[in-house]
């Protein structure tokens, strides 16, 4: 509220931090008037991830996006709950957003029910070796970007 007073803008756009956190505004709505119950009650439901995650792909159901793109929010929505549970690999799989929904009560299914869940340690190391061939890659590429920006500034190039 405070930067929207100071700047004058008529709205706040928020596009990495909410898919981080999708109740990211929860208490801006107790600055809007919002009764104390009904604050309490949205803080104890946005408070868990899950619920929010699923709200959303209820959302998707009624105005449509892709599968990649659902995918990518789930994923932001509940990385640590997907990696948790060893079902990041199976999000990044699916190719409909009913797939999605699926790990998603997955997830609420595990942590309602830690019993039910058994981690795989095949699984985990094959997650770890992906990890490492990716920090490789990446390296990979900052090294050869290194060396075309030393390339270009020897060729008198503007960066």
Known sequence: AKNLEFTGADGV?????????????????????????????????????????????????????????????????????????????DCISCGSVEEVEEIVKRVRTYRENPDQFTFDAAKAKAEKEKLQRKKEEEGKRKRYEERMMRKAKREGKDL
């Open 13 to 89: 756009m928020s596009a990495e931090g909410i898919l981080n956190d999708p109740a990211l505004f929860v208490e801006a709505l107790g600055e809007k008037g919002l009764a104390d119950e009904e604050l309490h009650e949205l803080r104890e439901y946005s408070a868990d991830k899950v619920n929010l995650a699923l709200e959303y792909l209820d959302l998707v159901k009624t105005h449509p996006a892709t599968v990649r793109t659902v995918v990518f929010h789930t994923r932001r929505m509940l990385k640590k709950e997907l990696e948790q549970f060893q079902l990041m690999q």
